[in-house]
């Protein structure tokens, strides 16, 4: 539920502002869409990588981020699996644990670890769905759709266009919302049968977001399950890395350059790595450079820029 009714005031002020925001939202995908095909060269090749796309799609096939039904395509578009209730989730989704990481790694089933792993987010949801159901940000998506050429755009940049994209649907929707009167009832609670277990799926601005709950007699939480958009994007980053490292990286010493450009790559996936692995307090971005043998003979630190020579 929510916890407070919206005023027609309230609504009116908000409606008053709509028109100029999706203004705002438009001129944002043509400010990303001109950075991008203005070098595509660089745009189209930093970090990128072939995977599988992941999200909630409504019934009909289009972009729903509250609600639906979960869709995978593979790297050249087809179907994997579609219309997933999410209910069950685990039986096409589950998450290798791997020593040196405090994050899951998650995959479908069906592919295995090794091909299973995927992207969510902006660049799959746009991808995913069939169409986006508000003008403005449907023929967007159409045209980023056809900047691809018929196969899915995997540039890591691209995130940035695709989330505009959203951010224009986003405003939008919000706007159609404004203009139905139901938005001012005042029924704010919804109740029903109470059950021990408990799945959610919404499509968060990162990405799909899972929360799978068990609760005992009394209500408190006796088991928990949270999948969220950066922990199904971790091999996805590790990817990006890795084309980064192998364009950028000489083999023997670490640049700031390089660090700069390790980056940009992830933080095209607004990434919240505390979210992730449940650690507290902030995380200095630590870049070591390890030989054959496994010793590290370079580091730097994002923080300070400290350097310490090996």
């Not at 139901?182 to 109740?191: K, R, W």
């Not at 007699?217 to 958009?229: C, H, K, P, Q, W």
């Not at 350059?257 to 507290?280: K, Q």
Request: proline share 4%; charged share 25%; net charge negative.
């Amino acid at each position: 539920g929510v916890n407070k009714a919206v005023t027609q005031a309230e609504r009116d002020g908000l409606l008053k502002d709509a028109y100029q925001i999706i203004g705002w939202c438009r001129e944002a995908v043509q400010l990303a869409k001109r950075l991008h095909q203005s070098n595509d060269a660089l745009y189209n090749r930093f970090g990128a990588f072939r995977s599988n796309l992941v999200s909630l799609v409504e019934p009909g096939g289009g972009m729903d981020l509250y609600d639906g039904k979960l869709r995978a395509r593979d790297g050249d578009g087809k179907i994997i699996f579609d219309n997933v209730d999410y209910n069950r989730y685990w039986d096409h989704i589950t998450e290798e644990v791997r020593p040196w990481s405090y994050m899951k790694f998650p995959y479908i089933r069906s592919l295995g670890p090794d091909d299973g792993w995927y992207k969510v987010g902006p660049l799959a949801r746009v991808q995913n769905c069939d169409h986006i159901p508000t003008p403005f940000a449907e023929a967007e998506r159409r045209e980023f759709v056809d900047y691809g050429g018929g196969q899915p755009v995997q540039a890591t940049l691209a995130f940035h266009w695709a989330r505009m994209i959203e951010l224009l649907f986003a405003a939008e929707a919000i706007k159609e919302l404004l203009q139905d009167d139901d938005i001012l009832g005042n029924e704010l609670e919804v109740s029903g049968e109470r059950r021990e277990r408990g799945v959610g799926v919404i499509e968060a601005p990162r990405g799909t977001l899972i929360h799978h709950y068990r609760v005992d007699e009394d209500g408190m939480a006796t088991r928990a399950n949270l999948i969220v958009s950066t922990t199904h994007n971790n091999q996805a980053m590790n990817e990006s890395i890795r084309q980064v490292a192998m364009r950028y990286l000489d083999g023997r010493q670490l640049t700031e350059g390089l660090l700069n450009h390790i980056e940009v790559a992830v933080r095209a996936f607004d990434p919240c790595l505390s979210c992730a692995t449940h650690a507290l307090g902030k995380m200095p971005f630590n870049l070591e450079l390890i030989d054959a043998e496994g010793e590290c003979i370079d580091q730097m630190v994002r923080s300070s820029i400290e350097r310490r020579p090996w």
